[in-house]
């Protein structure tokens, strides 16, 4: 039930345009998105609820698509500080847990 | 300041000699979990806590159990860890399962 994310590591350099895909084998009730800089915890970045809506976070945005059961995030005009493996977390009707991917690493360069 | 405290934060230990690693988190959630991270295999759940004295187990439980006595307070132990646990743990704190996870952060072990 592992959702599967792609790419599973890219390099940018610094005001380059991102995506990183997130996609399931179930219908997903929520998707929610977590960057986890080296040596340090994951944080939340934001959740996206079952209806297609896009919500952003600064120059971070992500779509959720229920038909598709897949979620996007997207980073523009990337930032330095913006490095780091970014997971996705999905949330099955039913089950009372997240399921986390393997992650994308992502790593922005000068 | 809400946070998620985990200690130890490093541990090396042998097999079969029990452990615990103690999770407690200052804003009152209900759910809380613990993580296991591995490279390439992502953060796997090995078990979760939607209440106080409700636990249920999550995708990698073998070897490890939890207790949750009270609401703060979530510790994982492993009553005989073998050397295919060492990996990097994470308690997590949310409201509920929708809301914000807030990590802990992390407890490295190592099992000679």
């Known amino acids: 039930q592992q959702p599967v994310q792609s790419p599973q590591a890219v390099i940018l350099r610094e005001g380059e345009d991102a995506v990183i895909n997130c996609s399931s084998s179930?219908?997903?009730?929520?998707v929610h998105w977590y960057r986890q800089k080296h040596g340090e915890a994951p944080v939340f970045l934001m959740i996206?609820?079952?209806?297609?809506e896009q919500k952003g976070h600064d120059k971070i945005s992500a779509s959720f698509n229920e038909k598709k059961q897949q979620s996007s995030l997207y980073l523009t005009a990337s930032q330095l500080s913006y490095s780091g493996t970014y997971f996705c977390?999905?949330?099955?009707?039913?089950?009372?847990?997240?399921?986390f991917g393997t992650g994308t690493r992502l790593t922005v360069i000068p | 300041e809400a946070q998620v405290t985990q200690n130890p934060r490093y541990l090396i230990t042998v097999t079969g000699k029990k452990l615990t690693v103690t999770c407690s988190q200052n804003?009152?959630?209900?759910?809380m979990s613990w993580y296991r991270q591995d490279p390439g295999l992502g953060l796997r759940q090995i078990y979760y806590?939607?209440?106080?004295?409700?636990?249920d187990k999550g995708d990698v439980p073998e070897g490890y159990k939890v207790s949750r006595k009270e609401k703060r307070n979530f510790p994982l132990i492993l009553e005989s860890p073998s050397p295919n646990q060492t990996s990097l743990y994470f308690c997590?704190?949310?409201?509920?399962?929708?809301?914000?996870?807030?990590f802990g952060p992390g407890t490295r072990l190592l099992v000679l």
């Open positions: 997590a704190s949310s409201f509920d399962l929708a809301g914000t996870q807030y």
């Open positions: 179930k219908a997903l009730y929520s």
């Open positions: 996206l609820l079952k209806g297609g």
């Open positions: 977390g999905t949330e099955i009707p039913g089950a009372n847990n997240l399921f």
């Open positions: 804003m009152n959630h209900e759910y």
């Open positions: 806590s939607m209440n106080v004295e409700v636990t």
